[in-house]
């Protein structure tokens, strides 16, 4: 099966939940007329878009109509299509391939999003693409996350930097550095806790490691992707909110689309956050986390 339609597929719920409501409504309507706006607007809040970029995509489509004289249904749908996916673009980059090599990610979110599996997934995409990779076991916190991202250095070949648990994350990511350095690796990708007893620890946890990166890592492309579980939907964007006070994120990586009808969480995030969404995860597999397009996203979702 190719990544559309597994991408089609994982959509499955997102789509019995907003598409096919969105659908309805064009079906049924005959005027573009206030009703017809009110009864989208409902259709994309109840599919976890979120209020503030349902008003956004709803006022925007508006203009759009009137500026382009818009009066068949089917134009209207195809302008709704363009304004999401123009969203979800955003004006930031959302390519996850970096610019540059060696490139070094921090990998940040709380515990339960399935952070230390896309770490191992991401590390997969890159290795798949030729990239020499290497991961560094950063939550040292839970020795549980060491011993996973272990196992998925040897589903993919990947070679893991560790210490043991309770070992200082910051020494761990200095030494993950070092030996990415000796070795040549064009990316190395760094877990982290997922919680510290509080906010204030766990920015003081992710400065360390940021300096270290900073001073370590001088040549380094260097990136912080925040990872969401999109079945959690509105709450993922606060759970984001908590993160962007104390990272500088500059990606979003968005797992479990396919056991959620929240998929409408997508368009929100862009939106409401502005970071990018860069790779989104529909399902269990190795290769189930994959690059994000926003056009493929919108044609698979209608």
């Known amino acids: 099966m190719g990544w559309f339609e597994k991408l089609k597929e994982g959509l499955t719920k997102t789509r019995d939940n907003l598409t096919q409501k969105v659908e309805a409504i064009f079906n049924f309507t005959s005027e573009l007329d206030d009703d017809f706006f009110e009864e989208l607007e409902e259709a994309l809040i109840v599919a976890d878009v979120g209020f503030n970029t349902t008003t956004a995509i709803v006022e925007k489509l508006k203009k759009r109509i009137k500026e382009k ?18 969203i979800m673009r955003g004006d930031k980059n959302i390519d996850i391939i970096p610019p540059k090599t060696p490139a070094v990610f921090m990998v940040v979110g709380v515990n339960g999003v399935g952070k230390t599996t896309s ?9 798949s693409r030729g990239y020499k990779v290497m991961m560094a076991a950063g939550d040292t916190f839970r ?12 589903r993919c070949g990947v070679e893991v930097i560790k210490q043991k648990e309770g070992a200082d994350p910051a020494a761990v990511v200095f030494d993950a550095i070092q030996s990415a350095k000796a070795r040549k690796v064009d990316i190395l990708i760094c877990d982290t806790a997922g919680r510290l007893h509080n906010k204030k620890n766990l920015m003081e946890e992710l ?30 964007i606060h759970q984001a909110k908590e993160f962007i006070d104390v990272a500088d994120v500059n990606g979003i990586v968005l797992t479990k689309l396919d056991g959620t009808a929240k998929g409408g969480v997508v368009i929100a995030i862009n939106n409401e956050l502005n970071i990018p969404v860069k790779m989104i995860g529909v399902g269990e597999g190795i290769d189930d986390l994959q690059a994000f397009d926003p056009e493929m996203f919108v044609d698979a979702l209608f």
């Open 143 to 154: 020795a549980a996350a060491i011993d996973q991202l272990e196992v998925w250095g040897q």
């Open 119 to 127: 770490i191992g997934k991401i590390a997969n995409f890159f290795k």
């Open 69 to 86: 004289k818009i009066n068949q249904i089917q134009e209207a749908k195809d302008e709704l299509k363009n304004i999401i996916v123009e």
């Open 207 to 236: 400065r360390k490691i940021n300096r270290v990166i900073e001073k370590e890592g001088r040549d380094f492309y260097k990136e912080t992707l925040l990872v969401l579980d999109s079945t959690t939907g509105q709450n993922a």
